[in-house]
């Protein structure tokens, strides 16, 4: 039995049409899922002759219809914009197209028809002028499933990093940081991790201030009142977590393999790391959606610069496609 995955098609502008029909060209996506886009077909149909593909293409209205099967892709059409878009210039027209794909993706999740959602990247600022004023995907998945207690997960082969705050400014995202939600990313770190298939993972939680504050020395108490009531609550439950841990060696003894994941505490102290590493095999996972709904995406932007090009890199895409089907929930409908 294999996990329905649905594949938002993103910016249409940029190389998610691309990636998606490279990844799709490979048969081991379809040996570990059931894939189908959603999006506008005449732009796939693009990037298929673009990239020199001869995979053929079946229209669906339901996800019942479709055929998963390798050297087919099954594409819900909604037909959204047109064939003549410009690639590589931000429009409010794909902004639009990229909301209402996901929109459509997470639809079908909350029915029950699909397992997963892999989402190909956005633009935010087409997506804004389109007349969707959210930061990005995370935010949409989260009002539309109506879920309060969620957050962004980076993985890639070597690091995973979970995030207390995301797409805020770093003075903000301080502010924002509390025990209570310091205590929701370790638990939903340790939930994803468990439901993977790890024991008893090991979490460490990365500090504010340089070397994590040093005892007062550095900062105002941040690690006391925000980080460390939530690691001693979290411990006397169990768990396996740690810190707070100064930056400049916690990503160095992850990678070495001393954690499983660490707890960022903004944006960039989580995403830099990863980044370093490769963009080619990072994962972005959305966790804590209602109904236990997956979502992963690739780690990468929309690349306009490339966009047309056919050198648009599909390893991220199949990292996410992996990742979605290792962490669909069990329950789920597969086929």
């Given at each position: 039995?294999?996990?329905?995955?649905?594949?938002?098609?993103?910016?249409a502008a940029g190389i998610g049409p691309?990636?998606?029909?490279?990844?799709?060209?490979?048969?081991?996506?379809?040996?570990?899922?059931?894939?189908?886009?959603?999006?506008?077909?005449?732009?796939?149909?693009?990037?298929?002759?673009?990239?020199?593909?001869?995979?053929?293409?079946?229209?669906?209205?339901?996800?019942?219809?479709?055929?998963?099967?390798?050297?087919?892709?099954?594409?819900?059409?909604?037909?959204?914009?047109?064939?003549?878009?410009?690639?590589?210039?931000?429009?409010?027209?794909?902004?639009?197209?990229?909301?209402?794909?996901?929109?459509?993706?997470?639809?079908?999740?909350?029915?029950?028809?699909?397992?997963?959602?892999?989402?190909?990247?956005?633009?935010?600022?087409?997506?804004?002028?389109?007349?969707?004023?959210?930061?990005?995907?995370?935010?949409?998945?989260?009002?539309?499933?109506?879920?309060?207690?969620?957050?962004?997960?980076?993985?890639?082969?070597?690091?995973?990093?979970?995030?207390?705050?995301?797409?805020?400014?770093?003075?903000?995202?301080?502010?924002?940081?509390?025990?209570?939600?310091?205590?929701t990313v370790i638990k939903l770190a340790?939930?994803?991790?468990?439901?993977?298939?790890?024991?008893?993972?090991?979490?460490?939680?990365?500090?504010?201030?340089?070397?994590?504050?040093?005892?007062?020395?550095?900062?105002?108490?941040?690690?006391?009142?925000?980080?460390?009531?939530?690691?001693?609550?979290a411990q006397q439950e169990g768990i396996?977590?740690?810190?707070?841990?100064?930056?400049?060696?916690?990503?160095?003894?992850?990678?070495?393999?001393?954690?499983?994941?660490?707890?960022?505490?903004?944006?960039?102290?989580?995403?830099?790391?990863?980044?370093?590493?490769?963009?080619?095999?990072?994962?972005?996972?959305?966790?804590?959606?209602?109904?236990?709904?997956?979502?992963?995406?690739?780690?990468?932007?929309?690349?306009?610069?490339?966009?047309?090009?056919?050198?648009?890199?599909?390893?991220?895409?199949?990292?996410?496609?992996?990742?979605?089907?290792?962490?669909?929930?069990?329950?789920?409908?597969?086929?």
């Amino acid at each position: 039995m294999k996990p329905t995955i649905g594949i938002s098609m993103g910016d249409a502008a940029g190389i998610g049409p691309e990636i998606i029909v490279k990844a799709l060209q490979h048969k081991e996506v379809y040996e570990q899922g059931n894939p189908f886009v959603i999006g506008d077909l005449s732009m796939l149909r693009r990037a298929a002759e673009v990239v020199g593909s001869v995979l053929e293409f079946h229209t669906v209205e339901t996800v019942d219809a479709c055929r998963f099967e390798h050297g087919v892709i099954d594409v819900m059409d909604l037909q959204l914009l047109p064939e003549d878009l410009e690639q590589g210039v931000v429009s409010k027209e794909a902004g639009n197209a990229a909301f209402h794909y996901l929109s459509k993706a997470i639809e079908l999740g909350k029915e029950g028809e699909l397992a997963a959602i892999c989402t190909a990247p956005l633009n935010k600022e087409a997506l804004h002028l389109g007349g969707h004023r959210y930061p990005g995907h995370t935010e949409i998945l989260a009002e539309l499933t109506g879920t309060k207690d969620y957050s962004m997960m980076l993985s890639s082969p070597r690091l995973r990093v979970i995030h207390l705050t995301t797409h805020i400014g770093l003075l903000d995202a301080i502010s924002a940081i509390n025990p209570e939600r310091t205590y929701t990313v370790i638990k939903l770190a340790y939930e994803t991790l468990t439901k993977a298939g790890y024991d008893n993972p090991r979490i460490a939680v990365c500090g504010i201030n340089p070397h994590a504050g040093e005892n007062g020395l550095f900062g105002n108490g941040e690690e006391e009142e925000k980080l460390t009531p939530a690691i001693v609550k979290a411990q006397q439950e169990g768990i396996d977590v740690s810190g707070p841990h100064p930056a400049d060696t916690l990503f160095f003894r992850a990678v070495r393999g001393d954690f499983d994941i660490v707890v960022a505490c903004y944006h960039d102290q989580g995403h830099v790391p990863i980044k370093v590493l490769g963009l080619e095999e990072g994962v972005n996972i959305t966790v804590g959606l209602k109904g236990g709904l997956v979502r992963t995406s690739v780690d990468h932007g929309t690349a306009f610069d490339i966009a047309g090009k056919n050198i648009a890199d599909e390893r991220s895409m199949l990292a996410a496609l992996q990742t979605a089907a290792d962490l669909a929930p069990k329950q789920s409908i597969t086929r």
